[in-house]
T-cell receptor, first 115, second 110 residues
Framework: EAGVVQSPRYKIIEKKQPVAFWCNPI?????LYWYRQNLGQGPELLIR????????DSQLPKDRFSAERLKGVDSTLKIQPAELGDSAVYLC?????????????FGPGTRLTVL | KQEVTQIPAALSVPEGENLVLNCSFT??????LQWFRQDPGKGLTSLLL?????REQTSGRLNASLDKSSGRSTLYIAASQPGDSATYLC?????????FGQGTTLQVKP
């Protein structure tokens, strides 16, 4: 069974430029999460989707961040414009309806560097 | 607001030693607690998941315990190996999301 797939793995951009990250969850997983991990810290949730509906986006900086999960499968997270403080690892995770029983599964992450 | 703390932030031990990593959380109303391993530049690999009704889980040389009433979990690693060197993160499942500690970076020296 394929795991959570993310692309790109690395991205370097200049501040004020736009950037987008893509995630394909494990097949059959209806819940998809985007987390941000700053250096030396644990991940923090940005947004959670149940199928195509964003059910928790309270931590998403909506002035510059946006996300979508069309058709309830893969998802895109966008930043426009990027700021220096957005440099971090962006992790995607997914879980099934039994998520509370079996936990969340994480992708390899996208490391973003904003210059 | 749930807060998760991991102590120590870093740990260095000689190969073969048994060790314990600590995790504490402020709100005992959790669904489960999950321990992860993260290698440099990599994503998170789930090691163990303990349901709120359970007291411990074991996988190979790893044993995780959970004491909800005191808001604590420990990850015990037996007979440590250099390949165990990584950052270990604990996370509590609370209202649909994971809340992570800041991690313990473990170095096992040959």
């Amino acid at each position: 069974e394929a795991g959570v797939v993310q692309s790109p793995r690395y991205k370097i951009i200049e501040k004020k430029q736009p950037v987008a990250f893509w995630c394909n969850p494990i097949s059959g997983h209806n819940t998809l999460y985007w987390y941000r991990q700053n250096l030396g810290q644990g991940p923090e949730l940005l947004i959670r989707y149940e199928n195509e509906e964003a059910v928790d986006d309270s931590q998403l900086p909506k002035d510059r961040f946006s996300a979508e999960r069309l058709k309830g499968v893969d998802s895109t997270l966008k930043i426009q414009p990027a700021e220096l403080g957005d440099s971090a690892v962006y992790l995607c995770a997914s879980s099934s309806e039994a998520g509370e029983m079996v936990g969340q599964f994480f992708g390899p992450g996208t490391r973003l560097t904003v210059l | 607001k749930q807060e998760v703390t991991q102590i120590p932030a870093a740990l260095s031990v000689p190969e073969g030693e048994n060790l314990v990593l600590n995790c504490s959380f402020t709100d005992s109303a959790i669904y489960n607690l999950q321990w992860f391993r993260q290698d440099p530049g990599k994503g998170l690999t789930s090691l163990l998941l303990i349901q709120s009704s359970q007291r411990e889980q074991t996988s190979g040389r790893l044993n995780a315990s959970l004491d909800k009433s005191s808001g604590r979990s420990t990850l015990y690693i037996a007979a440590s190996q250099p390949g165990d060197s990584a950052t270990y993160l604990c996370a509590v499942h609370n209202t649909g999301k994971l809340i992570f500690g800041q991690g313990t970076t473990l170095q096992v020296k040959p």
